[in-house]
């Protein structure tokens, strides 16, 4: 469990090794989903005190698939469409640095705080997103940061699409 918390605070501290060690740790993926369900769980909790209506538990299973999905979507991106020459992945290896790229969301717990949630959410989002580049970049090889975040872009664009589309269809 030491072994654990330990990731998180690397990965909440943006350690490259950190997401190169979940890549090769073929036993991290429970790790992993465990960080996106805590991550799922602070947003949650913080929302609370704005009286959304916001189901914690279908915010955690939401989350779950998102990453399921974001996963998947930057696989794709990643090594079909824009990879260099030395990328090599596969989907379990994302899902553990992707899922690991969400340990930065346990800080929007603070948004309980009255007064606090909007900026909590915010540096959380913002915190995830720069995980999640470095993620990408170390998941994919990449040599360069700029292609990361252009796969990243170019996913969220592609994911938040489809989001717009099951809400239209299942709202």
Request: glycine share 8%; aromatic share 12%; charged share 10%.
């Amino acid at each position: 469990m030491i072994t654990f918390w330990n990731r998180i605070l690397r990965a909440i501290k943006l350690e490259t090794k950190l997401f190169e060690e979940v890549e090769a740790d073929e036993n991290a993926l429970p790790q992993a989903i465990l960080v996106v369900v805590l991550s799922s769980l602070a947003f949650g909790i913080a929302s609370i005190t704005r009286g959304t209506g916001v189901s914690i538990i279908g915010n955690t299973l939401g989350a779950l698939i998102g990453w399921f999905v974001w996963s998947f979507i930057i696989l794709y991106i990643g090594t079909k469409l824009l990879p260099e020459s030395q990328t090599r992945s596969d989907y379990v290896e994302l899902l553990r640095t992707i899922g690991f790229a969400s340990a930065p969301g346990l800080i929007a717990i603070i948004g309980i705080i009255p007064g606090l949630f909007n900026l909590a959410i915010f540096i959380a989002s913002v915190w995830m997103l720069v995980a999640t580049v470095i993620a990408v970049r170390q998941a994919l090889d990449y040599q360069s940061t700029g292609r990361a975040i252009i796969v990243c872009i170019i996913g969220w664009v592609i994911y938040g699409l489809l989001s717009w589309f099951f809400r239209l269809i299942f709202h």
